[in-house]
């Protein structure tokens, strides 16, 4: 049991609750009513404090803005059965959080830091998590560094903030999205598998391109060949090819998706087949035209299970098979969905309760 740290919380004169329609919540617009902050300088995090939302004052010069040491993580809270709230994984989160800020320089965050400004903000405004099926309060811890100065050097300074904001599904119907074969997401060895703002910036010329071609995705393929799928910009990949789960390993282009790692759990638990490995672009071109590839979904904090219809490759327009009820994507959804809100047992320890 992590020991929770005294954290002062000051608390908003006026609630923004009241004018939020939660039967329209769309990814990221509404923010609760506080956030936690708290500061690195002199080799350690200082005053950690809970405070009313709001914008933040930092120097023009401070070095995150200039040079990318900016990191975050994704995360949910979810309303459970019996009344009490879960936040899914945090000790897979807090885990790939501070691999995140190691590689680019950044200090870590301490556990106990960690798990009670997490605890305590979230309880802070437990009434911002809503009540509705798939929804949930997303949390998003981010450090980004704030010493002022334009030379180009590792910060000695950095801000630590977390905010909240009620949510529900991100992706509302079954995604297109196009094999991207021309521009790379990420290279070995580089800052793939990080949490941090340049790998999303520089994805996001591509993913217009895709748009712009009614697609609503881009799947990346390795740096090297374009011969192997990585990932999608906002999700791990998984395949159903003739009855078996493929999904391609992690690796220093891939992020170690904390719902790709739940789902393959979930499919060891139901004995469905399944196989890390490189997936070729040859390959599922080859389960399309056979009719072996069943299911083509995506797998994130934000997205959880998504299904994809339609995928374009080499040139062509390839439309995924009706799904049907038992088949794992859904059954495996259902189950997460579950074990999250204490409909079934958390047999594996993912929830943290409050």
């Known amino acids: ?81 019996d009344g009490g709230i879960s936040i899914f994984r945090m000790e897979k989160h807090h885990a790939r959080f501070n691999k995140s800020l190691e590689r680019l320089c950044m200090p870590a965050i301490p556990e106990d830091l960690f798990y009670s400004a997490i605890h305590r903000l979230v309880e802070t405004d437990k009434d911002w998590i809503p009540k509705t099926e798939e929804h949930s309060l997303y949390l998003r811890p981010f450090v980004f560094a704030t010493e002022a100065k334009l030379g180009v050097k590792i910060s000695e300074q950095y801000k630590f903030i977390i905010v909240t904001s009620p949510t529900g599904p991100f992706y509302s119907k079954p995604l297109r999205v196009m094999t991207e074969t021309k521009f790379a997401r990420a290279a070995e060895q580089g800052t793939g598998f990080a949490k941090c703002g340049g790998n999303y910036g520089g994805a996001f010329y591509p993913s217009l391109l895709a748009r712009q071609k009614g697609y609503d995705q881009v799947l990346w393929t390795d740096s090297l060949e374009h011969r192997y799928f990585d990932e999608a910009g906002t999700m791990n990949l998984m395949f159903v090819i003739d009855g078996k789960l493929y999904t391609p390993p992690l690796s220093s282009t891939i992020l170690d998706g904390v719902t790709r790692d739940s789902i393959l759990q979930i499919a060891k638990d139901l004995n469905f087949p399944l196989e890390e490995r490189p997936v070729s672009l040859d390959e599922v071109k080859q389960a399309l035209h056979q009719g072996t590839l069943t299911e083509l979904f995506g797998t994130g904090t934000a997205a959880v299970v998504s299904p994809i219809k339609i995928i374009h490759l080499d ?40």
């Open 315 to 354: 040139g062509t327009d390839y439309e995924l098979p009706e799904w049907k009820d038992d088949c794992l994507m859904l059954r495996a959804k259902k189950m997460l969905a579950d074990i999250r809100t204490g409909a079934l047992p958390d047999n594996h320890g993912w929830n943290y309760i409050i």
């Open 1 to 81: 049991m992590v020991a929770m740290l005294e954290i002062p919380v000051t608390k908003t004169s006026t609630s923004r609750l009241p004018g939020i329609d939660f039967s329209k919540l769309e990814f990221g617009r509404f923010i609760a009513d506080h956030m936690f902050v708290a500061d690195y300088a002199q080799g350690e995090w200082q005053s950690p404090a809970i405070v009313p939302f709001g914008n933040i004052s930092i120097s023009p010069t401070a070095l995150g803005l200039h040079y990318g040491q900016t990191v975050f993580e994704g995360m949910k809270a979810f309303l459970m059965k």
